[in-house]
């Protein structure tokens, strides 16, 4: 079966510092991967998707940035955290042939800027 | 851009009673699907409909795709204190490798 993981589930991070958020997908070859952030209590936002190695689309002008070094593994990033960063970030992977677009979601990430 | 609007944004239910959720799109979609989060969770896969006038039954929660397919519609029978969370409709969008998500609807069951 499926799995994804997405490392680390909670941080707090002070303005300007670097942020750098991991998420592996096992059992499945040439996924989809997808960034999302959730404000609190607010809808999902797509941040960037990507269809394989090296090939991300950002949807988002931001101070965000993501890779994808690996078949499944996608990674964000940012040199310098602003406090409207703060959110849960979703790591997120759906099947590369078109199975519905049904995107299955990781645990999340709870960030704080502070 | 394609829009997934969804109403109402919130909804107080006391335990027993019924709850629905409406998700509009601006365009005809392929397909909607819809997921459920828990509150401190992650957004959990629920269904998805595929043809139009389409009407699927998971237990208490009864789903419905639209004629036009444009609008979908969520329905909960006597709502339990488990279906708290918000729940979201979302269809294809782009090169149909991406989903637009609806805004969400945050359902608080009273006990």
């Known amino acids: 079966s499926q799995t994804i993981h997405q490392w680390p589930a909670t941080l707090v991070q002070p303005v300007g510092s670097p942020l750098s958020l991991e998420c592996t997908v096992e059992g499945t070859s040439n996924p989809n991967l997808y960034w999302y952030r959730q404000a609190a209590g607010r809808g999902l936002q797509l941040l960037f998707y990507?269809?394989?190695?090296?090939?991300i689309s950002s949807e988002v002008p931001q101070n965000l940035s993501a890779s994808r070094p690996q078949d499944r593994q996608f990674i964000l990033s940012s040199k310098k955290l602003l406090l409207s960063d703060s959110g849960f970030y979703l790591c997120?992977?759906?099947?590369?042939?078109?199975?519905?677009?049904?995107?299955?979601f990781g645990e999340g990430s709870w960030l704080t800027v502070v | 851009g394609q829009q997934v609007m969804q109403i109402p944004q919130y909804q107080h239910v006391q335990e027993g009673e019924d709850f629905t959720t409406y998700c509009n799109s601006s365009t005809t979609l392929s397909n909607i699907q819809w997921y459920k989060q828990r509150p401190g969770g992650h957004p959990v896969f629920l269904i998805q409909l595929v043809k139009s006038g389409e009407v699927k039954k998971q237990k208490r929660l009864t789903f419905q795709f639209g004629e036009a397919k444009k609008n979908s519609s969520l329905h909960i029978t006597a709502t339990q204190t488990t279906d708290v969370g918000t729940y979201f409709c979302?269809?294809?969008?782009?090169?149909?490798?991406?989903?637009?998500f609806g805004s969400g609807t945050q359902l608080t069951v009273l006990p």
């Open positions: 979302a269809g294809p969008s782009g090169s149909a490798r991406q989903l637009t």
């Open positions: 990507s269809v394989g190695i090296g090939q």
């Open positions: 997120a992977w759906s099947y590369r042939t078109v199975r519905g677009n049904t995107i299955y």
